[in-house]
């Protein structure tokens, strides 16, 4: 399986509450119901797993892709480790420590 990183200069902080970034962000556009019922896209951020559970952020093609912290000999990278959506992805990451549930520690 071929690897995808993060190509831009490394994330920080989510663009929508300012909080550091811990384990995963998601590059994705925030959605919205419009009156009518269909789904409308508005600019892309970089978020939270909880900014993106309250703003509609799903990740998948033409969505957003989820991305992992990873550090290998002191040098950090963020791997894309979703496409699917994220009411999927909510059961198995842990909304306190955002670790895979695998890796959890927080029980």
């Not at 902080?13 to 419009?34: M, R, T, V, Y």
């Not at 979703?82 to 955002?98: K, P, Y």
């Amino acid at each position: 399986m071929i690897k995808k990183y993060w190509q831009g200069p490394d994330p920080t902080d989510c663009e929508l509450c300012n909080q550091p970034l811990k384990e995963l962000f998601i590059d994705g556009a925030i959605h919205s119901n419009s009156d009518n019922g269909s789904k409308s896209a508005h600019p892309w951020t970089i978020a939270c797993l909880p900014c993106a559970q309250k703003n509609g952020i799903i990740v998948g093609i033409g969505y957003g892709q989820i991305y992992c912290k990873e550090t290998i000999e002191e040098k950090t990278r963020w791997l894309c480790i979703g496409g699917s959506n994220f009411s999927e992805l909510e059961e198995d990451i842990c909304t306190v420590c955002e670790q895979p549930q695998s890796h959890c520690e927080c029980a």
